[in-house]
C-alpha cells in the first residue's frame, strides 16, 4: 500500500512547484523494504535516483538503464540504443529476481509502460514489486542537469517527465505495485532510511527440532494422542478442553494446515493449535480448508461441500469472540515456510523449488491446492499434477493435502496426510530425525469419495532418475571438498557406463575412489616403499597411520540385506543384495555365485551380531575379491600371459643363439648378461601375476577380504576410524570361519594390519620390515591410511586446511613388474618423475564424493541426490590419468 494515497497533486496543479510543508520536511522517512524483492526508483531526470541507490543498496544489486546503454553502446547518453539497453536491463533484472536476489532498478520510470514491463518481471519470478517515488522539484533537478557537463536535456525533457510522473502516483497501486513510497522534496529524499524486512513466510532462523504434523480435519482426540506420543505435555482450560502443548525439549510443532472439516471436533483442534501458536510451542500454514472456512465466516459466498458445513455447525455452539479469534488467526496464516537456513519447507499442498520463499497469488494457490493436469478421475475429483516426481530441490518439502496410505520420502518430499479421518492415520515427521510417528485414527470419521489408495508419489513405486541429473557440465556439492566439476564429455562417458553395463542405480549408493601411490623413493632398486608414505603423512600433520595388507584381487562393494525384503523397504529392489566393481557393474555373472557369497557375508554378519549392534537391516561393504583371475581373466590371457608366453619362447632361444656365437669367439659377454637378465626379469613377472590366480569352483578358492563397513541403516560407517573397521571385519571373518559348513572352507580372509605412529622411529621401522615380510613373500604391499577418517592438513596456527589422502599404496617389488613390465628396475631413473598431482587431485575430489553419497544416503535423501555423487565418481574416472599410478 501507499504511504500516504491521499497526498498526491492533481495534474492541473502547477509542475513547477511543490508545496513547501511537503517540500521541506525535514522528518526522516523509513521506508520498508522485502530482502527479496523488486524496486523500482520512479523519478524525473536529474531527481537523485542514482544517488539515492548508491546510499541505500549494494552496487551489485542496483541495476542502472545508463550502465546497460554504456554496455551496447559506448555512451550512458546515446539514447538511440535506449531499447537495447532495457532489453539488457529487463534480462539482468530477471536472472537476478530468478536468483532470489535483491534488485534496484535506477531509471526514470516515469512512463506506465516501462513500470508495466517490471511489474511483469517481479509477477513472472513471484516477488513484490516495489515503487520509490523521488518527487523533487523540477527546478531542482533541471540545476542539477545543467551542472553535468556530460547530460546536457532539452528544456523540455524535465517539465515533460514531472508532469508523468504526476500523473501516475494515484494509480501505482494499481499498476501491481505492493509498496509504493513517495519521498517529496530534497529533505525527504535525504533523510530516507531504507529498513530491509524479512519476507513472512522466511523462518530460516528457527532450526527446530520440529515435529510436523498432518491434516488433522477435525480429529481433535487423535491430535492429542499424537502429541502425547511425541512427548508434549498438554494444558488444558477450566472444562478440560486442550489450549496449548509444549515439549519438554523445546521442540516445535509445525501444522500443514486443513485442520478443520469433516471431523468431529474442529472447534476442539483449532483451540488446541491457535493456543500453541499463540505460546510460541507451534507453527501453522493454511490448508485449502482452512482458507474456505475464513472465507466463510467473513461472510463471504462460498460452496458449502467437503465437510464445511460440519465447521459451521460446530462452531455455531462456540462464543462470538472465539469465532472472532478464529477469523484473525485464518487471515494471520502465511501460505508457506521455510525453516532450518532453508532446509526444510513446510506448506499444505507441496511446492516446487522456484516458489521457496516466494510471495505471490500463483505460490499461495500452489500452497494451498497444489496443481492439477485439468482432468478428473473416476470420482469426478481433480487429477493432481505429480509435482513431486519432477521435484530435485535441496530443501525437504513436508506437505499433505491429498491422502496416502502410508507417509514415505519421494524425492526430497514427503506428504503426511494419512487420511485420519477417514479411518486412515494421524502422521508426524520428526524433524530433523526424519522418523514418521503415526496414531491410527479412533474410527471412520467421514467416508471418502475416493477410497485411500492414491497417485501421490510417494504411494507408487520408484524414485524415478532423470537425464537432467548427470548430463552435460556438472558442479557437485560437497561437504569435504566444497565444489567438484565434471566435465561434460566424462558425463557422456560415464552415461554410457551407466546405461549401458551398471547395475539397477537405485542399488549403487557407493562407488569406490581410485588410490594414489607414495611418493617415488629415492632408494636404490626400489621405486615405492614406506618411509615416503609415513614423511608425507608425517608433514602433513598426521601422527597415527594403519598400514593395512594390501590384497591381490579386484575392488568389490558388497550390498547386503538381512532378508528378503530388506531392500526394498529401503532401496525399492527387492533381493539378496548385490556385488559390483569400480565401475558400477555387476562382479559375477553368475547370480547363483552372487546370492551363495552374499548368503555367506549374511550369515557372518548375523552371526557377528552386526545387524543389532549397528541397527539395520542392511550393511554395505568395501572389500577385495580374489583371485585376481576371478574378474581378470581375459586380462591375464591376452596382456600377461602372453607377454610371460612370448618372453618364455624366444628368450632361450636367443641365449642359445648367443652361447653359439660365444663358441665361434665373438665377444657378446655383455650381450648375453643382458639377455639373461631379461629371461630372470620374465620369470620372475610370471611368478609375480601367477601368484594371484588359481582356480575357483562355486566358493570354493573364493576369498573375500573385506577391509571397511561404509553404510547402515541411517548411518555414514565411512567416518569412523579405521581400527574401527578392522574390529568388526575380524568379527565377520571368526563369525565365517566358525560358522562354515563341516569340510567348506572360509569364504572370508582376514586384513592383517599394522599400526604406525610417524613420530617414533621403531614404529615406523616395524611397519616397514613388516612390508618388507609381506612383500618378499609374494605380497602385492599394503595401503597406509590416517587411523581417523576423514583428515585435513594442519596450518601452521593449528587450524585444519586441506583434505588429506585418505589412503596411498606401496607396492612391492616385485607386484611392480605386473605393472610397469618385466624389466622395469632398469628404468628406475625415468619412472621416478612420473608426476603424481593429477592422480592425488583425482583420488581426494573421488573420496569426497564417495563420503558425500553416503552422507546423503544415511540422511535418507532421494535417489537422485545419492546417485549424484555416485555418478561423478565414474565420470572421473574418464579423465586421462597414467593407468599404472
Request: hydrophobic share 40%; proline share 6%.
Amino acid at each position: 500500500m501507499t504511504d500516504d494515497p491521499t497526498e498526491t497533486d492533481t495534474p492541473g496543479e502547477s509542475q513547477g512547484q511543490d508545496r513547501t510543508d511537503r517540500a521541506e520536511s525535514t522528518a526522516p522517512r523509513r521506508l520498508p523494504v522485502t530482502d527479496v524483492s523488486l524496486v523500482v526508483l520512479i523519478g524525473t531526470s536529474g531527481a537523485g535516483k542514482s544517488t539515492f541507490a548508491r546510499r541505500h543498496f549494494l552496487p551489485t544489486q542496483v541495476v542502472s538503464s545508463d550502465f546497460c546503454r554504456g554496455l551496447v553502446a559506448d555512451d550512458e547518453n546515446d539514447q538511440s540504443a535506449s531499447a537495447e539497453a532495457f532489453d539488457l536491463l529487463h534480462y539482468i533484472v530477471g536472472k537476478r529476481l530468478a536468483a532470489g536476489r535483491l534488485t534496484v532498478v535506477d531509471a526514470t520510470n516515469v512512463q506506465p509502460e516501462a513500470r508495466r514491463r517490471l511489474v511483469a518481471i517481479a509477477r513472472e519470478h513471484d516477488v513484490l514489486p516495489i515503487a520509490i517515488v523521488l518527487d523533487v522539484p523540477p527546478g531542482v533537478c533541471a540545476e542539477r542537469n545543467r551542472s553535468r557537463p556530460d547530460r546536457q536535456l532539452p528544456a523540455h525533457v524535465v517539465p515533460r517527465q514531472h508532469r508523468e510522473l504526476r500523473r501516475s502516483l494515484r494509480g501505482l497501486e494499481r499498476e501491481g505495485f505492493r509498496k509504493v513510497h513517495i519521498l517529496r522534496g530534497e529533505a525527504e529524499v535525504t533523510s530516507a532510511a531504507i529498513e530491509l524486512e524479512k519476507r513472512y513466510n522466511d523462518l530460516c532462523h528457527l532450526t527446530g527440532p520440529f515435529d510436523v504434523v498432518g491434516d488433522i480435519h477435525g480429529c481433535r482426540s487423535e491430535l492429542e494422542t499424537l502429541l502425547t506420543r511425541l512427548g508434549y505435555t498438554l494444558t488444558r482450560d477450566a472444562e478440560g478442553r486442550p489450549v496449548d502443548a509444549a515439549h519438554p525439549a523445546g521442540r516445535t510443532a509445525v501444522f500443514v494446515g486443513d485442520l478443520v472439516d469433516r471431523g468431529p471436533d474442529t472447534p476442539g483442534v483449532l483451540r488446541l493449535v491457535m493456543g500453541m501458536v499463540a505460546a510460541g510451542h507451534a507453527i501453522c500454514v493454511p490448508g485449502n480448508h482452512e482458507n474456505k472456512l475464513g472465507r466463510a465466516l467473513d461472510g463471504k459466498k462460498v460452496t458449502v461441500s467437503h465437510g464445511l458445513q460440519e465447521s459451521l455447525d460446530q462452531l455455531a455452539g462456540e462464543s462470538e469472540e472465539f469465532r472472532t479469534e478464529v477469523r484473525a488467526f485464518m487471515r494471520g496464516l502465511v501460505s508457506h515456510y521455510l525453516l532450518d537456513g532453508g532446509a526444510l519447507v513446510v506448506c499444505h499442498a507441496g511446492l516446487p523449488e522456484k516458489y521457496h520463499g516466494r510471495n505471490s497469488g500463483r505460490v499461495r494457490s500452489h500452497a494451498l491446492y497444489g496443481d492439477t493436469t485439468g482432468e478428473t478421475d473416476e470420482y469426478g475429483l481433480p487429477v493432481r499434477y505429480p509435482w513431486a516426481e519432477e521435484y530435485r530441490g535441496r530443501a525437504l518439502v513436508v506437505y499433505g493435502h491429498t491422502p496416502v496410505p502410508t507417509a514415505s520420502f519421494f524425492n526430497n518430499t514427503v506428504c503426511l496426510d494419512t487420511g485420519c479421518v477417514f479411518g486412515g492415520s494421524l502422521t508426524a515427521l520428526r524433524y530433523p530425525e526424519r522418523e514418521l510417528v503415526s496414531v491410527e485414527a479412533e474410527r471412520e470419521w467421514y467416508a471418502p469419495v475416493r477410497p485411500l489408495i492414491t497417485d501421490a508419489p510417494g504411494a507408487r513405486e520408484g524414485r524415478p532418475l532423470d537425464l537432467g541429473d548427470v548430463a552435460g557440465r556438472r558442479i557437485v556439492e560437497t561437504g569435504l571438498h566444497g565444489r567438484v566439476a565434471v566435465r561434460a564429455e566424462n558425463a557422456a562417458a560415464a552415461l554410457e557406463v551407466m546405461s549401458r553395463f551398471a547395475l539397477d542405480p537405485r542399488l549403487l549408493a557407493y562407488l569406490p575412489p581410485t588410490m594414489a601411490p607414495s611418493a617415488a623413493s629415492r632408494r636404490d632398486g626400489y621405486l615405492e616403499h614406506p618411509e615416503e608414505a609415513f614423511l608425507g603423512y608425517r608433514e602433513d600433520g598426521v601422527r597415527h597411520l594403519v598400514c593395512e595388507e594390501k590384497h591381490m584381487g579386484s575392488r568389490a562393494v558388497l550390498l547386503v540385506a538381512r532378508d528378503g525384503a530388506a531392500l526394498e523397504r529401503r532401496f525399492g529392489v527387492a533381493g539378496p543384495g548385490a556385488i559390483w566393481t569400480r565401475t558400477g557393474r555387476a562382479f559375477l555373472a553368475d547370480e547363483e555365485l552372487t546370492g551363495a557369497l552374499l548368503d555367506r557375508v549374511r550369515a557372518a554378519a548375523e552371526a557377528a551380531g552386526l545387524f543389532e549392534e549397528l541397527a539395520t537391516d542392511w550393511l554395505l561393504l568395501d572389500a577385495e575379491l580374489m583371485p585376481w583371475s576371478l574378474k581378470a581373466v581375459e586380462l591375464l590371457r591376452r596382456q600377461y600371459a602372453a607377454v610371460g608366453a612370448a618372453a618364455g619362447a624366444a628368450l632361450p632361444e636367443v641365449l642359445s643363439a648367443l652361447e653359439r656365437a660365444a663358441g665361434r669367439g665373438l665377444d657378446l659377454a655383455r650381450l648375453a648378461d643382458r639377455q639373461r637378465q631379461r629371461a630372470a626379469d620374465a620369470r620372475a613377472f610370471t611368478e609375480a601375476y601367477r601368484r594371484y590366480c588359481w582356480p575357483t569352483e562355486g566358493l570354493s578358492g573364493i576369498r573375500l577380504a573385506p577391509f571397511q563397513l561404509l553404510a547402515a541403516e541411517g548411518a555414514n560407517l565411512a567416518v569412523r576410524p579405521h581400527d574401527e573397521h578392522l574390529a568388526w571385519i575380524d568379527r565377520l571373518v571368526e563369525a565365517d570361519a566358525g560358522g562354515a559348513d563341516a569340510g567348506k572352507e572360509p569364504v572370508l580372509h582376514r586384513t592383517r594390519r599394522v599400526l604406525v605412529d610417524t613420530e617414533d622411529e621403531a614404529s615406523t621401522a616395524a611397519a616397514t620390515a613388516w612390508w618388507e615380510e609381506l612383500t618378499a613373500a609374494g605380497g602385492e604391499g599394503m595401503v597406509v591410511k590416517p587411523l581417523a577418517s576423514p583428515v585435513r592438513t594442519v596450518r601452521g596456527n593449528g587450524r585444519p586446511g586441506g583434505l588429506v589422502q585418505p589412503g596411498v599404496k606401496v607396492r612391492g617389488r616385485e607386484y611392480l613388474r605386473i605393472v610397469y613390465g618385466p624389466d622395469y628396475t632398469e628404468h628406475l631413473d625415468r619412472l621416478r618423475l612420473r608426476a603424481l598431482g593429477h592422480k592425488r587431485s583425482l583420488a581426494l575430489r573421488e573420496y569426497a564424493l564417495g563420503l558425500e553419497a553416503l552422507d546423503r544416503l544415511a540422511a535418507g535423501e532421494p535417489l537422485w541426490r545419492v546417485h549424484e555423487p555416485v555418478f561423478a565418481v565414474l565420470a572421473l574416472e574418464s579423465e586421462p590419468v597414467d593407468p599404472r599410478l
